[in-house]
């Protein structure tokens, strides 16, 4: 009952470390000499597209119609959550292999949210990422390795399920590729990614880590429903009066409840681009973003990327900008056509107006140029007979 009382509790009072409540007083506390240990939480969100890595174009898991579950009925499984089940792996590991293939991350670029956490530690602030996705974006963003705890596992390293003995990633990459089960050279166990499935636990840097947070002096939480535990329980392990920052589309966990917490809600690269403009990091997290760009490897769908893949990105890319120029330039014929039908309809407008006003200035000018009558004789106005009586006299 009490961790349901505190869930909804609300604090309204004024806060003990931050100025205000908000992204400004965090980007404030952060360039201070207080802010020295800052520490990130990610996630995959289980029921919206709010992870990180979502807006990277990896799926969640359980969208309708989008979600990566809904995606795995073609896979024939006797329910979506057995492609990620130990035992089911072990009497058929070909599904997974199969979606494997497509969630490599060769085929996904880092988003700025996981170039923010580059940034962090450019700074030197950085002290851990608590990551439940297993794409390693956080890596290939240039995240390193020691400042990453993958509570669940990553495609980072591989192995066989039975005598735990390390495979070859090279390897393993091209059984994916092939749909091919990798099995080990040493027992001809089954070999997968060193990702967590259902029935196994999670790795043992997760756990030696999380004592880490006694040591916060911020943590920032993006992208998660906070629903999966034990991951979720951290953000109850910072110090109390440590500031708390939540980067989500939607409000999550306790959040709100301490006298230093701040809640932004809207999406990840959203907010982290608001967070560092207001910390004058802006240019720098484009910078590192853009480094992203050569990340890709496209090999979810074929192989590794060939100078043939980069002739028809290329080509693609131009395609796209002529695409782009051919509609700017329709826009700018549009926006001529419409002018000069708009000139053409004021100058007849105007000829109009002319016509009228000529049209009244020749009759004013018929009426006042005519010759004027000629005078007339007193025979002519009063008539032929003389003014005489009728006895001829006046």
């Known amino acids: 009952m009490s961790s349901f009382l505190r869930h909804y509790q609300t604090y309204d009072g004024p806060s003990t470390v931050l100025e205000a409540h908000d992204l400004a007083s965090i980007a404030k506390y952060m360039k201070s000499d207080a802010c020295k240990s800052v520490f990130i939480m990610v996630s995959p969100c289980n029921s919206c597209k709010q992870g990180i890595s979502t807006s990277s174009g990896i799926p969640d898991f359980r969208s309708p119609e989008t979600g990566l579950y809904a995606n795995l009925a073609r896979l024939n499984l006797p329910y979506p959550e057995a492609v990620f089940e130990i035992n089911f792996f072990r009497k058929n590991p070909k599904p997974f292999y199969v979606l494997a293939k497509e969630l490599y991350p060769g085929n996904f670029r880092p988003t700025p949210a996981h170039s923010f956490v580059k940034v962090l530690d450019n700074h030197k602030i950085l002290a851990k990422c608590f990551t439940q996705n297993i794409d390693t974006l956080e890596r290939r963003a240039g995240v390193p390795d020691d400042k990453i705890v993958e509570a669940h596992g990553s495609y980072a390293s591989q192995r066989c399920i039975d005598c735990k003995r390390p495979y070859d990633a090279a390897k393993l990459k091209d059984k994916l590729l092939k749909e091919e089960v990798a099995y080990c050279e040493n027992c001809k166990g089954l070999v997968k990614p060193d990702i967590v499935f259902f029935g196994e636990s999670l790795p043992p840097l997760f756990h030696c880590s999380i004592s880490a947070l006694r040591s916060a002096d911020l943590l920032i939480v993006m992208g998660t429903s906070l629903v999966v535990q034990p991951f ?3 953000v109850d392990l910072v110090p109390e009066d440590c500031p708390r920052l939540l980067i989500n589309l939607e409000h999550v966990g306790d959040f709100g409840s301490r006298s230093n917490d701040v809640v932004y809600l809207g999406k990840c ?50 395609a796209a900008r002529f695409r782009e120029e051919a509609e700017k330039a329709g826009a700018e014929e549009n926006e001529r056509e419409k002018l000069k039908d708009e000139v053409d309809e004021l ?40 003014q005489k009586g009728p006895d001829g006299k006046l």
């Open 269 to 318: 690269d959203a907010g982290v681009r608001e967070l560092c403009r207001l910390l004058g990091w802006e240019e720098e997290l484009e910078d590192e973003w853009e480094k992203t760009k050569d990340t890709l490897e496209r090999v979810g769908v074929g192989e590794p990327a060939s100078e043939k893949d980069k002739k028809k990105a290329e080509k693609e890319a131009r």
């Open 232 to 234: 979720a329980s951290l």
């Open 347 to 386: 100058t007849r407008e105007v000829e109009a107006a002319l016509a009228i006003s000529d049209n009244g200035d020749s009759k004013q000018h018929t009426a006042t140029t005519e010759d004027p009558p000629k005078p007339t004789d007193a025979k002519e106005e009063h008539g032929s007979e003389d």
